[in-house]
T-cell receptor
Framework: GDSVTQMEGPVTLSEEAFLTINCTYT??????LFWYVQYPGEGLQLLLK?????DKGSNKGFEATYRKETTSFHLEKGSVQVSDSAVYFC?????????????FGQGTRLTINP | KAGVTQTPRYLIKTRGQQVTLSCSPI?????VSWYQQTPGQGLQFLFE???????NKGNFPGRFSGRQFSNSRSEMNVSTLELGDSALYLC???????????????FGPGTRLTVL
């Protein structure tokens, strides 16, 4: 089946540092790709998405580009803030007979120090 | 617009008991999915319901079941609880009726189940 692999965490950075969280996927076809964020004690929030190759998703200063050649969807942010501390999940969408499910990576815990 | 709500937020049960969790989707959303989140296995898909029908199920034993009502609210049930069922159970809803955001899932805050 389809799968998603994220870089090992946890990741600790200083405020205003550059962030990259790597994500690669294995899938048949070209699934839609997502980044979700989970703050402590909360559910998942959609951060950004890309539905086809070369699409760039962006939100709140975060960006990710759908690269089909390298089957990757790396998350980047130019200058992180303390408030970005959270767990980040890369995911792909599987469709089967009209039903949808998300396949998630293992998550990367990000801590930003002031 | 109210988001996805889940009740209860926290639950403690003992092995062998059964539990029912509830999820109310965003108004107008017709699809509800359930996911299990554990430190060891991460986030895993349980099932999806649409128009009161289960459309897809993940690789979980038959002890895990669910249903959806005509108002799109959903419940999931776990019978004969095991220690390994301790997890955060997340519900997500989506419109599922076409349109540009038909595939976006909105997650609730989850129900934290602890099995002792």
């Amino acid at each position: 089946g389809d799968s998603v692999t994220q870089m090992e965490g946890p990741v600790t950075l200083s405020e205003e540092a550059f962030l990259t969280i790597n994500c690669t996927y294995t899938a048949t076809g070209y699934p839609s790709l997502f980044w979700y964020v989970q703050y402590p004690g909360e559910g998942l929030q959609l951060l950004l998405k890309a539905t086809k190759a070369d699409d760039k998703g962006s939100n709140k200063g975060f960006e990710a580009t759908y690269r089909k050649e390298t089957t990757s969807f790396h998350l980047e942010k130019g200058s992180v803030q303390v408030s970005d501390s959270a767990v980040y999940f890369c995911a792909l969408r599987e469709l089967e007979r009209g039903a949808q499910k998300l396949v998630f990576g293992q998550g990367t815990r990000l801590t930003i120090n002031p | 617009k109210a988001g996805v709500t889940q009740t209860p937020r926290y639950l403690i049960k003992t092995r062998g008991q059964q539990v029912t969790l509830s999820c109310s989707p965003i108004s107008g959303h017709r699809s509800v999915s359930w996911y299990q989140q554990t430190p060891g296995q991460g986030l895993q898909f349980l099932f999806e319901y649409f128009s009161e029908t289960q459309r897809n199920k993940g690789n979980f034993p038959g002890r895990f079941s669910g249903r959806q009502f005509s108002n799109s609210r959903s419940e999931m049930n776990v019978s004969t609880l095991e220690l390994g069922d301790s997890a955060l159970y997340l519900c997500a809803s989506r419109w599922a009726s076409g349109g540009p955001t038909y595939n976006e899932q909105f997650f609730g805050p989850g129900t934290r189940l602890t099995v002792l």
